[in-house]
């Protein structure tokens, strides 16, 4: 099997894609300040399922949010590569539980942007 199909097949759990909405399953401590508005990027490891949105026309419009039984919704304003990492992105060192999800090489940062409701920005 091809390296790069195993990896895009790795992250199928975590996000799935249904027209230009991407969903992300995170944490609790991430989804509540993406919710009040404090969190305005997230974060994925430079995998080659990630990069993929990069080079998307059109780009993914909205980003969906879930965390258990709790759903949120965000405009996406821009999708970037960023190879200096996490922590250059976070402006911090990563914390355990960062490196271990996003690890210390190039990012792919997705820019969030208003809060979506019923398909429409607020």
Not at 43 to 59: D, G, H, N, Q, V
Not at 86 to 103: C, H, M, N, Y
Request: hydrophobic fraction near 35%.
């Amino acid at each position: 099997m091809d390296v790069e199909v195993a990896m895009a097949r790795q992250y199928e759990d975590e996000v799935y894609e249904k027209g230009s909405t991407i969903m992300f399953r995170i944490r609790q401590q991430y989804f509540w300040p993406i919710v009040r508005g404090e969190k305005r990027e997230e974060i994925r490891r430079a995998s080659p399922y990630w990069l993929t949105f990069l080079e998307r026309k059109p780009s993914p419009a909205e980003a969906l949010f879930v965390c258990g039984h709790n759903s949120h919704r965000r405009k996406i304003m821009g999708i970037d590569l960023v190879k200096e990492g996490g922590a250059f992105v976070l402006g911090r060192p990563l914390s355990e539980q960062g490196k271990l999800d996003i690890g210390d090489g190039p990012v792919v940062v997705f820019r969030l942007g208003p809060e979506v409701a019923h398909g429409r920005s607020t």
